[in-house]
Every structure is written in C-alpha cells, then in structure tokens.
C-alpha cells in the first residue's frame, strides 16, 4: 500500500482570511496591535502556542495565553458561520485517490481535534482517511510525530508516503520522517520556501499535484 498524508490549511482548505482574522482579534484580546499578514503567514502549520510564541518571542506567558484565546474563540465563531472552503479540485482529486485499491490517505495537522473533525464533517471528508493525527495529540510541526503516527496507522514504510503541504513545517516534518514531501504552491509558503525545506517537487495547480502524486504512487 502506498500512503499520503495530508496537511489542512492552506493544502486542501483555503482558511487564509479566517487565520489572519482571528489573529488579529487575538491580538486585540491582549491589547496588541494587529501583525502583518505576511509574519502571520510564515507561522501558519505550527501548533497554535508554538505559532504565538514565534510571533511575540518577548511576551510573556498569560499575555501570550490571551492571544491563543482570542485566536480559538475567533476562529471558533467564524467556524460557525461559515467553514472555510475546498481549494478548487481538491475533492475531486481526493475522491480519485480514495477509488484506488493500492493508496491509503491520512490527515497531519496544526489544526485542534475540534476543528480538524468540524472541518471534516462539514466537507464530508471524514471516511476518506485511514487516520488524522493533530496538534492535540502530537508536539508541533516539524517534529516527526503525526507523520510517524500516520504510518504506524496505516501500517506503510516510510518510503511508501508522501507527505503534501504548503508550508517549509510540512516539508521538514516529512524529512525528519524520512517521508518525501510534495509543495503546493497556492498556500501560506512560498515555492523557494518549500524547496529550501525538502520538497521534492511543488505543484503549481491540483491537477499538477495529481500528475506529481501519480508519479510517486505509480
């Protein structure tokens, strides 16, 4: 069996706006003035205390806990108004993969339990993967653990995965996996970003990263 694991934001879902938005209130719930869309962006796929604490390194703890509640309860609100929506292709090119008898899926995420699986049922994602491992149960990006979780779960050698992301944690998380990593183009890192990280290849469109998976898996 051959196995790919996927990232979340910013792969397969298009949650930019929701994540700036929510920053930015969590930084106005700590009385922060508002960051950048593009420091925000060079954080996005790291578990969200990691995220912060790369954002105000000087901070102290409780300011940085205002922050991340700021943060979930934006993002929780805006969840429940509207989920943030499938890239154009990606159900398609996932329903594809999923009809294959020789290719298993998996999900490795930044994202919370709650989210992660309020995401999946909103799109009807859920049966498509064999697991979803997350920040709740795992240190943060680019540690190996979710990716190493993923193919204990499926129960695929490392060189039978590919890990697909949009961001250098995706990348360095497969590598420290020993799992190739494929770059997607239209997320939060920049293609020389994702080469710099280990990308074996980026995709600049889903049907590219169809032809790039179908040339990994065979």
Same mark, same amino acid.
């Given at each position: 069996?051959?196995?790919?694991?996927?990232?979340?934001?910013?792969?397969?879902?298009?949650?930019?706006?929701?994540?700036?938005?929510?920053?930015?209130?969590?930084?106005? =719930?700590?009385?922060?003035? /508002? #960051?950048?869309?593009?420091?925000?962006?060079?954080?996005?796929?790291?578990?969200?205390?990691?995220?912060? +604490?790369?954002?105000?390194?000087?901070? *102290? +703890?409780?300011?940085?806990?205002?922050?991340?509640?700021?943060?979930?309860?934006?993002?929780?609100?805006?969840?429940? &108004?509207? +989920?943030?929506?499938?890239?154009?292709?990606? &159900?398609?090119?996932?329903?594809?993969?999923? =009809?294959?008898?020789?290719?298993?899926?998996?999900?490795? /995420?930044?994202?919370?339990?709650?989210?992660?699986?309020?995401?999946?049922?909103?799109? *009807? #994602? %859920?049966?498509?993967?064999?697991?979803?491992?997350?920040?709740?149960?795992?240190?943060?990006?680019?540690?190996? %653990?979710?990716?190493?979780?993923? $193919?204990? =779960?499926?129960?695929?050698?490392?060189? *039978?995965?590919?890990?697909?992301?949009?961001?250098?944690?995706?990348?360095?998380?497969?590598?420290? =996996?020993?799992?190739?990593?494929?770059?997607?183009?239209?997320?939060?890192?920049?293609?020389?970003?994702?080469?710099?990280?280990?990308?074996?290849?980026?995709?600049?469109?889903?049907?590219? #990263?169809?032809?790039? $998976?179908?040339?990994?898996?065979?």
């Amino acid at each position: 069996m051959k196995l790919v694991i996927w990232d979340i934001d910013g792969t397969l879902v298009d949650s930019h706006a929701v994540i700036m938005d929510s920053m930015g209130a969590g930084m106005r =719930a700590a009385g922060l003035p /508002t #960051l950048p869309d593009r420091a925000v962006s060079a954080i996005v796929g790291l578990s969200l205390p990691v995220a912060v +604490e790369t954002l105000l390194p000087d901070a *102290d +703890e409780a300011t940085r806990a205002r922050v991340v509640d700021g943060y979930r309860a934006a993002y929780s609100a805006a969840r429940v &108004r509207n +989920e943030s929506p499938l890239f154009p292709g990606a &159900r398609d090119l996932l329903g594809r993969l999923a =009809a294959r008898d020789d290719v298993l899926m998996a999900v490795a /995420t930044g994202k919370s339990r709650r989210g992660l699986d309020a995401l999946l049922a909103a799109h *009807d #994602l %859920g049966g498509l993967f064999v697991t979803t491992q997350c920040a709740d149960d795992h240190p943060s990006k680019p540690a190996p %653990g979710m990716v190493i979780a993923c $193919l204990r =779960a499926a129960g695929a050698a490392a060189g *039978d995965a590919v890990m697909v992301g949009d961001t250098s944690f995706d990348m360095q998380m497969a590598a420290n =996996a020993g799992v190739a990593g494929i770059g997607v183009a239209w997320g939060h890192h920049g293609p020389d970003d994702l080469r710099a990280a280990g990308a074996r290849a980026v995709a600049a469109d889903m049907a590219g #990263l169809g032809r790039l $998976l179908d040339g990994v898996l065979g």
